[in-house]
């Protein structure tokens, strides 16, 4: 069986806040416990509403937000452990791409800089070799060598995802976390960045972890899908068999909720009642179970665990 | 029978230092008593400018010709004091961004109670209590609390139930949501859709739905209008636009759309990006993205004309009702 590129082991990171001089600390469990393991090669996507942990967990894994507890592998280290020194090496291999491609690229700086800014910090070659792999690499994602001396600005939404994505790349990463990239873009520029992603990803033999709160784009770009509820993973599965055979709970409402391009579809759609609790003060028990169409006594004071059904298909849930 | 609303020709522009830029390109639209209309298109398309201007929310530097009829009455020559009757009693909009649209500093049951105060000349008490029962309409639980509290104290599904109740205060007979559910998460998207289909059905509101959405469209729709640059591109029945797509661009945004669905090895993506508006193809708009370009659509813009099966295209594959 080949070594997991990524193994994620009950990863934790709780925020503490404080209301006023005298007030009481307040413990927001962003992350509450995550396992997940990731093999060289595939796509793997957390899938959740907003808060639920998605984002700090993928932080946590580059070590960009400390995590409280947990252990981080990327082969076979702990990087959580690794000196500031030795974390630098790692991120050689573990790259981000951001959200909105309108904030996370510097203003003031030309495409050409922003690219190869990655390679001086890591040391990478002389100046001209810096300069050509900048050029290959502007145009491995689409875009033409006239474009590095322009800046940010000039472009359109997903012209600037392909900047964020090249940047990324440029250091010939095994691992990109990429959290939440197409949300920001248009259906058809959309589709353009995820074939770009799938082809890249073929070209570099690379590693994706995915995070996403779009349960369609997911299905399409992924291999494996982990589910999030308020920080913690509720069900773990493959593609097909999360899509076809959800079985947690929330996971069915999740996918119940999605409109479909069909009009003639027959809705059975799922409703969950209320609100996402807070993450501040979250249900005992399931944290799912006041939302729950299912609910049981037990799901009211014990914590269910992850369990195996089927070969791969992980939930965490009461029911049987 | 009139139509609820009647847009012809409708052309905005922005005076912008000296220029003045397009930005609505001659649309027409028809909304029946009851009907829900959506309009698709992607950012930049001219969607939520086509429904401010019904609204007439828009800028001093917003210039509008042609016409839009509400119940037969011109909107645009109506003046300011006319048009603020028709507002929030008549016609009520909701709008995307909860949080932005409603009064941080007024508590919900005033934000509420304005349009009752105003239009219905009901008393504080009487437009407080129908506040209560709005919300409540709306399934907002502690619906008695909620009227004395503010909006940052609400979720953005419970502040989005809020501006429907607000919207529906005064019984309106059309109602123009904007992109309601898009800054909401799809479990709470479920339940703002159910709400507007339960409000829709009670009321027999006729409604205009903004979205970029097509998962959305083909649940809450009847009619579709697919906007591309400004342009209506095609108009259709909304199980015709799914099942029988025209226009180039109607096909490309259903085929650029991973499904939930279905598996796809690849998605066909459209080349490209939206024109920008001071460089706006002289022909057809779509012509530098659209796969099937001819001679002619780098030359002259097609109309907007009705093809076989009953919608309207704005493509010179169909033009003289034959396809090419």
């Given at each position: 069986?080949?070594?997991?590129?990524?193994?994620?082991?009950?990863?934790?990171?709780?925020?503490?806040?404080?209301?006023?001089?005298?007030?009481?600390?307040?413990?927001?469990?962003?992350?509450?416990?995550?396992?997940?393991?990731?093999?060289?090669?595939?796509?793997?996507?957390?899938?959740?509403?907003?808060?639920?942990?998605?984002?700090?967990?993928?932080?946590?894994?580059?070590?960009?937000?400390?995590?409280?507890?947990?252990?981080?592998?990327?082969?076979?280290?702990?990087?959580?452990?690794?000196?500031?020194?030795?974390?630098?090496?790692?991120?050689?291999?573990?790259?981000?791409?951001?959200?909105?491609?309108?904030?996370?690229?510097?203003?003031?700086?030309?495409?050409?800089?922003?690219?190869?800014?990655?390679?001086?910090?890591?040391?990478?070659?002389?100046?001209?070799?810096?300069?050509?792999?900048?050029?290959?690499?502007?145009?491995?994602?689409?875009?033409?060598?006239?474009?590095?001396?322009?800046?940010?600005?000039?472009?359109?939404?997903?012209?600037?995802?392909?900047?964020?994505?090249?940047?990324?790349?440029?250091?010939?990463?095994?691992?990109?976390?990429?959290?939440?990239?197409?949300?920001?873009?248009?259906?058809?520029?959309?589709?353009?960045?995820?074939?770009?992603?799938?082809?890249?990803?073929?070209?570099?033999?690379?590693?994706?972890?995915?995070?996403?709160?779009?349960?369609?784009?997911?299905?399409?770009?992924?291999?494996?899908?982990?589910?999030?509820?308020?920080?913690?993973?509720?069900?773990?599965?493959?593609?097909?068999?999360?899509?076809?055979?959800?079985?947690?709970?929330?996971?069915?409402?999740?996918?119940?909720?999605?409109?479909?391009?069909?009009?003639?579809?027959?809705?059975?759609?799922?409703?969950?009642?209320?609100?996402?609790?807070?993450?501040?003060?979250?249900?005992?028990?399931?944290?799912?179970?006041?939302?729950?169409?299912?609910?049981?006594?037990?799901?009211?004071?014990?914590?269910?665990?992850?369990?195996?059904?089927?070969?791969?298909?992980?939930?965490?849930?009461?029911?049987? | 029978m009139a139509a609820m609303l009647h847009i012809?020709?409708?052309?905005?522009?922005?005076?912008?230092?000296?220029?003045?830029?397009?930005?609505?390109?001659?649309?027409?639209?028809t909304v029946q008593a009851g009907e829900?209309v959506?309009?698709?298109?992607?950012?930049?398309?001219?969607?939520?400018?086509?429904s401010l201007s019904i609204m007439r929310l828009?800028?001093?530097?917003?210039?509008?010709?042609?016409?839009i009829r509400f119940e037969g009455k011109e909107l645009l020559t109506l003046s300011e004091k006319e048009m603020q009757k028709i507002r929030g009693n008549e016609i009520a909009m909701i709008?995307?961004?909860?949080?932005?649209?409603?009064?941080?500093?007024?508590?919900?049951?005033?934000?509420?109670?304005e349009p009752l105060r105003r239009h219905l000349g009901l008393?504080?008490?009487?437009?407080?209590?129908?506040?209560?029962?709005?919300?409540?309409?709306?399934?907002?639980?502690?619906?008695?609390?909620?009227?004395?509290?503010?909006?940052?104290?609400?979720?953005?599904?419970?502040?989005?139930?809020?501006?429907i109740?607000m919207a529906m205060a005064c019984s309106p007979k059309l109602l123009i949501a904007?992109?309601?559910?898009?800054?909401?998460?799809?479990?709470?998207?479920?339940?703002?859709?159910?709400?507007?289909?339960?409000v829709r059905?009670?009321n027999h509101t006729s409604i205009v739905?903004?979205?970029?959405?097509?998962?959305?469209?083909?649940?809450?729709?009847?009619?579709?209008?697919?906007?591309?640059?400004?342009?209506?591109?095609?108009?259709?029945?909304?199980?015709?636009?799914?099942?029988?797509?025209?226009?180039?661009?109607?096909?490309?945004?259903?085929?650029?759309?991973?499904?939930?669905?279905?598996?796809?090895?690849?998605?066909?993506?459209?080349?490209?990006?939206?024109?920008?508006?001071?460089?706006?193809?002289?022909?057809?708009?779509?012509?530098?993205?659209?796969?099937?370009?001819?001679?002619?659509?780098?030359?002259?813009?097609?109309?907007?004309?009705?093809?076989?099966?009953?919608?309207?295209?704005?493509?010179?594959?169909?033009?003289?009702?034959?396809?090419?």
């Open positions: 069986m080949t070594k997991p590129l990524l193994e994620i082991k009950s990863l934790t990171k709780h925020f503490v806040s404080k209301k006023g001089f005298f007030g009481q600390e307040k413990v927001v469990r962003a992350v509450d416990g995550v396992d997940l393991t990731i093999y060289p090669g595939e796509t793997v996507s957390i899938v959740g509403e907003s808060g639920c942990g998605k984002s700090t967990t993928g932080r946590c894994i580059l070590r960009l937000i400390e995590p409280t507890a947990g252990e981080v592998f990327f082969e076979g280290r702990d990087i959580c452990k690794l000196s500031p020194a030795d974390l630098r090496g790692v991120r050689r291999d573990m790259q981000l791409v951001f959200q909105d491609p309108f904030a996370s690229l510097n203003p003031r700086k030309t495409v050409g800089r922003i690219l190869e800014d990655p390679l001086i910090v890591h040391g990478i070659g002389t100046a001209q070799e810096r300069q050509k792999r900048v050029e290959e690499i502007i145009e491995i994602v689409g875009l033409s060598k006239q474009h590095l001396s322009r800046f940010p600005h000039e472009f359109s939404g997903g012209q600037r995802q392909r900047i964020g994505i090249a940047r990324a790349l440029i250091l010939r990463p095994k691992l990109i976390v990429a959290d939440e990239p197409v949300s920001a873009l248009d259906v058809s520029i959309q589709a353009q960045i995820l074939n770009l992603m799938q082809d890249l990803q073929k070209e570099f033999q690379l590693t994706y972890l995915f995070i996403s709160h779009d349960l369609s784009v997911v299905r399409h770009i992924s291999d494996r899908v982990a589910v999030m509820y308020l920080g913690r993973v509720v069900e773990v599965a493959d593609k097909e068999s999360l899509y076809r055979n959800p079985t947690h709970p929330y996971t069915q409402a999740l996918l119940s909720a999605v409109p479909v391009p069909d009009p003639k579809r027959e809705l059975q759609r799922i409703i969950l009642e209320g609100d996402l609790p807070s993450p501040s003060n979250p249900p005992a028990g399931c944290t799912f179970h006041p939302r729950c169409r299912s609910c049981m006594d037990v799901c009211r004071s014990e914590i269910p665990l992850l369990r195996q059904k089927e070969e791969g298909h992980w939930v965490s849930c009461h029911l049987e | 012809d020709q409708l052309r905005t522009s922005f005076a912008q230092s000296g220029k003045s830029l397009t930005i609505i390109d001659g649309v027409s639209l829900t959506g309009i698709v298109g992607e950012s930049g398309c001219g969607k939520s400018v086509t828009l800028g001093k530097n917003a210039e509008m010709t042609g016409s709008f995307q961004e909860p949080m932005t649209s409603l009064n941080p500093l007024q508590t919900i049951g005033k934000q509420i109670g008393s504080k008490q009487a437009a407080k209590e129908r506040a209560v029962q709005l919300l409540r309409e709306v399934g907002i639980p502690r619906a008695e609390e909620i009227v004395g509290e503010y909006p940052h104290q609400l979720s953005g599904g419970m502040r989005q139930r809020v501006m109740a904007d992109e309601p559910t898009t800054a909401l998460d799809v479990t709470i998207q479920a339940q703002i859709l159910e709400l507007m289909k339960k059905a009670e739905l903004i979205t970029h959405d097509l998962g959305v469209v083909a649940e809450m729709c009847h009619r579709v209008i697919v906007m591309y640059a400004g342009q209506i591109v095609e108009e259709a029945e909304v199980t015709k636009l799914f099942e029988e797509p025209k226009h180039p661009y109607t096909k490309g945004l259903l085929n650029s759309m991973p499904s939930v669905s279905v598996d796809a090895e690849r998605l066909e993506a459209i080349p490209g990006s939206v024109p920008l508006l001071h460089e706006m193809p002289a022909g057809c708009r779509f012509a530098p993205r659209c796969s099937h370009v001819m001679d002619i659509c780098r030359e002259q813009n097609p109309q907007l004309l009705p093809v076989e099966g009953g919608q309207k295209c704005r493509c010179w594959l169909y033009q003289e009702g034959d396809e090419r």
